[in-house]
């Protein structure tokens, strides 16, 4: 993977640590800086590289909020958060986030194959054009999504159920090796909830670390290795599973 | 074929025509994000803001354009700064800030001698434009393009995901602050062709019709500066041969493009009941229903 001249951000593209996990946060507080008290109140979660994990709870508890401020949209108001070791935004090209499908402007006038290329931009940096090898990621990626017929339409003519599909794409041609999916099966039809969970599958196949907000485990709840539940900004501990368990869940065989 | 060219037979027509295709080529190109990120309006209040900044840099003799510039950046500086806090609502401080500044500069106005010489900053008077008008405006185009051009993915991934953006550590402010302070610029090389109150017509229109014939932004950076170099020549051709306004003319040749591309889309739409669009039709219906489903879960 070759680094950009520019690189976006200051920090530099830094090499995970050996032995740290792929997302540690420790007594993780969080605020958006327009409302009154914090949205997430002192949660620790350490998950190990390759493991998949499900990220529960009700509309409000803090689900979207911890995938935010692990990818370094929302300010951290105390606390840790180490990406494979590093601080937020000294490995940005590491993190992959997938946002829900409303904060985009779908009537852009952009095509699905150059949605799918600003994945790659992380890479580039600035003053520096997608070249062949990103072409071909960015089309690798949006077959694997079963979007190649529509990769010349503009994004807005797709159904709810591509646009999340493209946006997939995205995060799989940003080849990053933490992804965190906010709501990936939210809105979108049976097929497209197949596709995504193979996905997932795979890029847990190829060691990534995928952390997945989610309502609906009743379905997919074999695809996870382990659960972090959420409710009112802190952890809650379910009496089958709780974070501090996952190593030991990591060998479970991935069944579903 | 000679009532085409006589016009421009002479130098200061010759000098007209350039700066108007640079200009409206510029604007045009800007525009196409102008238009897509909604920003329509601050492209107005910008060139009106101007106003006062012109009319001192009159009153002290110092370069209009600079003066016009000054005042511009301080007002895109200003907007940027204050859409970023919430305290008041973007648009309505805008309103606030461009009217009270317009009113400055026609106060300050109302107050010189020359008043003839400030009617040209409100319509403009591209056939007055001097070689140091020229070098100025064909600098401004020359920056404008380059950095459209330079940093043309960051513009359009801010616009339409900001979110992946911040992700990846490109901020999404500083791409809006570039594009006022490009807007600055070429609302200032605008007012030397069609002045302060039309300037934001160069802006808009062209690129507006331009999307209402392509999808894709390229095609409408080349449609926009295409139509705008035609609408410069004919909206000159017109105010020499009819004796009129020149910058009311160039405008009106552009609202007139406008309004032939609109009425084309439009029957084409209505006898080409959409070749792809059947298809896509149904996909959305099949995908409703589980819509539903899995919010309940």
Redesign the interface.
């Known amino acids: 993977m070759n680094d950009p001249w520019l ?3 200051r ?1 530099r593209h830094a090499d995970p640590v050996d032995g740290a996990p792929a997302l540690l946060t420790e007594v993780l507080v969080v605020a958006y800086p ?1 409302a009154h008290g914090p949205a997430l109140r002192g949660v620790s979660v350490r998950l190990p590289c390759g493991t998949c994990t499900a990220l529960v709870g009700p509309n409000g508890s803090g689900k979207s909020t911890l995938l935010k401020a692990v ?3 929302l300010p951290v108001i105390s606390g840790v958060v180490r990406v494979h070791g590093n601080p937020v ?1 000294a490995c ?2 590491r ?3 997938l ?1 829900q499908r409303g ?3 779908w009537g ?4 699905v194959e ?1 949605l799918v290329l ?1 994945g790659r ?2 890479h ?1 940096g ?2 520096r ?2 070249g062949r090898r990103d072409r071909d990621i960015a089309c690798a990626a949006i077959d694997r999504l079963g979007l190649t017929s529509l990769a010349g339409q ?1 994004i807005g ?1 797709l ?4 646009q999340q599909r493209a946006l997939l794409a ?1 995060a799989l041609a940003q080849e990053a090796d933490l992804l965190l999916l906010d709501e990936p ?6 097929r497209t ?1 197949d596709t995504i969970y193979d996905a997932m599958r795979d890029l847990r196949g190829q060691g990534k670390t995928l952390v997945v907000a989610t ?2 485990l ?2 997919l709840g074999g695809a996870f290795d382990a659960t972090v539940h959420l409710q009112a900004g802190e952890l809650v501990s379910p009496p089958d599973a709780s974070p501090c368990c996952l190593v030991a869940e990591k060998e479970r065989a991935w069944t579903g | 074929m000679d009532w085409l060219t006589e016009p421009f037979r002479y130098a200061f027509m010759q000098h007209a025509l350039l700066a108007a295709v640079l200009v409206g080529v510029t604007c045009a190109v800007l525009g196409v994000h102008v238009v ?1 990120r909604r920003m329509a309006f601050i492209g107005d209040a910008l060139a009106h803001t101007t106003l006062p900044g012109l009319v001192i840099a009159h009153l002290c003799g110092w370069s209009l354009s600079l003066g016009g510039l000054g005042a511009a950046l301080a007002t895109a500086l200003l907007i940027g700064w204050a859409s970023r806090r ?1 305290a008041v609502k973007e648009d309505t401080a805008i309103g606030v800030v461009f009217t009270g500044m317009f009113a400055l500069g026609v106060l300050l106005m109302s107050r010189t001698r020359s008043y003839r010489d400030l009617t040209h900053m409100l319509f403009g008077n591209v056939l007055g434009v001097t070689t140091r008008d020229l070098w100025f405006i064909g600098g401004v185009a020359v920056v404008v393009l380059l950095v459209l051009t ?2 043309h ?2 513009l ?2 801010t ?3 900001p ?2 953006a ?6 999404a402010d500083l791409m809006r602050f570039l594009l006022l302070g490009l807007l600055a610029l070429a609302v200032v090389t605008g007012i030397q062709t069609v002045g302060v109150i039309l300037t934001s017509a160069l802006l808009i229109t062209p690129a507006a019709t331009a ?1 209402l014939l ?4 390229p095609w ?1 950076m080349l449609l926009g500066a295409v139509l705008a170099t035609a609408c410069s020549v004919a909206g000159l051709m017109l105010s020499f041969v009819a004796e009129t306004s020149s910058g009311a003319a160039i405008v009106l040749s552009c609202t007139a493009a406008f309004v032939v591309a609109f009425a084309a889309r439009s029957t084409w739409q209505q006898f080409r009941p959409a070749a792809g669009e059947p298809a ?1 039709k149904d ?2 219906n ?2 409703a229903p ?2 539903e489903v ?2 309940c ?1």
């Open positions: 690189p976006y951000s920090g327009s990818a370094g949209l935004g940005h090209h993190v992959a986030y946002p904060e985009i402007d852009f006038p952009i095509s150059r600003t931009y992380v580039l600035w003053l054009w997608p503009q003519k159904s709810g159920g591509q995205r099966f939210n809105g979108v039809d049976a909830q309502h609906d009743s379905r | 897509q919430q330079l940093f993915k960051e359009e991934l616009a339409f995901d979110t992946h911040e992700v990846i550590g490109l901020r999307a392509s999808d894709r932004m409408r896509k996909e959305s099949a995908v589980p819509e899995s919010r879960n």
